[in-house]
């Protein structure tokens, strides 16, 4: 087994949100940045063009509450649901950046703050950039039906979060001594348990945070205790049961410990959003809208970012093959008073 | 502009090459380490698992060479064409390497191999691995038309190989001494200028291989007479045109230093590929079976080899959307008799 501990020393300088309708209606709605109050296309004329907007104005807004220039920043790492992870390629075009295309589906977010985290420790960059989006529109029509269909969701499906998360990192030592560090991570696996259900996209993930949570684990000498918060992706409601069922089965309880972006992000019990958000935008918007706040704040201090990627292809569905799922971590560590600076 | 110049300290240490039936027929057929003579199917019922199996056994091969077990590889590096990187994930799922999916289109190769070097360069990673693909019959259905619908191929129109090419790879001072190094690297940017045609790559692709060259002579002060070989990944017969005559118009010609995979591979006269390979697996195989023996032979010492993408959207461009491109940068150095070891 893998079980190689990645120590990093980074940090968060700035995080930017910005996302759709039915996002500013849910509970964290006062919590994001920018907003489209109206009809999630913002001022574009196609769902697609509407994704890269949002990376566009996430970028735009990093870069500012970081008091950064883009020509100061060396490195980008983007990617989304898009096929050829196009909402990335257009709405960070105009920056000029240099930019590594990820594809993590929506283990996104976490990819890039792990790569990124991993590099300016290394000391191969002094300023990087993680940006990730996604789109509800865009994504089913790409991935299931248009919306214009009306196709009927089962209990378990997710809705696609419309948003785009941005986040601006240093070097540990180069960054405000307020900032939320990157203390280490665990690089995700790909696993694959056998589902091929396109409308079960938690259970399709669930098996790569385990994974990866328990390589963790072994590695660092750590158990769910020493954590404030365990934080999954967008496993959902029936995502984040699995996870929890198998990681007790298997002596190494998440407890009281585990929250999951994806049932955070909506009103589950009141916005018609079934097993609760996915999508590369929900785990970026509730990190950077949500989280980070509350380290910073020191209300929490030691979190698990555990950012789950099912890399769903419909024509792969098509030919028969179960969906693999991949999971990466980070651990965040906010400041807390009497904490040296 | 974004000249940072980034020195790394890595080298290959093994590196593996799978073709199809075109390519074990071109001019480097007889280089390559694993064929398909029969019907590029690599025992599989579709194209897409045929792709999926190239990257298993290239990786495979790769790993035999260099007598490295994968659990020894710290991470992986993989995409492909294929709509999430569908055939790195299933191909490379048995090795449960830890894995960072990648979107760089035809650039992959060398945004792996990049990304792997600044990660060992910096001690993140004692021995890495990059892998990728394509498929001529997988590609041109999904990006193009499927191949029994017999369209008509304009002059500019490329072939996608049918090819794999895996690359392992560890820290300088831990390789073998005759490893070929990489001593320094660029990061591409996303470069676009209004190419529409998706039968046009190289054109799509040329200004982002110019942005790449040109910062890079600009961060390091070299300049093409002080490289045995400007390789750029598959630009073909047209966007090699485009990259040599503008490079020459801002004052830093490539004069005869300049090669393209894509223009190596195929016998552009005789096997109707109009103006060359294309894909991922184009610059990959023929960098892993061709160039890197002549820089392990000592017949070539600097080569910048340059893996060219164009991230073609069929969705984006029935939406007006022209390609954008992108570029990474490697500069490869090979042993010759005097160097310390």
Known sequence: MQTKYIALSAALVSAASVVGCKESEGPLGGCFDSHDYTDDRFGQDTWEKA???????????????????PDAVDLLFAGDLLNQCVGSAYGLLEFGIPYFGLY??????????????????????????????????AAERQYRFPIEYGG??????????????AFLLMPADAAPPDSVRVVAGMVGRVV????????????????????TL???FAASGHYAADFDLILTGDLGREGSAILCELMAAQG??????????????????????????SGCGCSAVVLAAHILPRL????????????????????????????????????????TRGDEA
């Open 104 to 137: 993590g589906a929506c283990s996104t977010a976490a990819e890039g703050i792990l790569l990124a985290s991993m590099l300016l420790s290394g000391g191969q960059a002094r300023c990087a950039a993680a940006v990730t989006s996604s789109h509800y529109c």
């Open 214 to 216: 328990t390589r963790y």
């Open 152 to 165: 009927q969701r089962p209990p378990t499906a997710q809705w696609t979060v419309t948003g785009s998360g």
């Open 296 to 335: 910073q704040r020191g209300e929490l201090r030691d979190v698990l970012f555990i950012g789950t990627g099912a890399m769903m292809s419909p024509d792969a569905l098509k030919q028969g093959q179960p969906i693999p799922g991949v999971a990466h971590l980070v651990h965040l560590r906010g400041k």
């Open 51 to 69: 994704e890269s907007e949002m990376q566009r104005r996430a970028l735009s807004l990093a870069l500012d509450k970081g008091k950064v220039k």
């Open 192 to 211: 694959e348990k056998g589902i091929c259900d396109a409308n079960n996209m938690g259970a399709a993930m669930a098996p790569a945070a385990i994974d």
């Open 252 to 277: 190494t309880p998440l407890d009281d410990r585990h929250a999951d972006c994806g049932t955070m992000i909506y009103r589950l019990d009141a916005q018609d959003v079934h097993a609760g958000g």
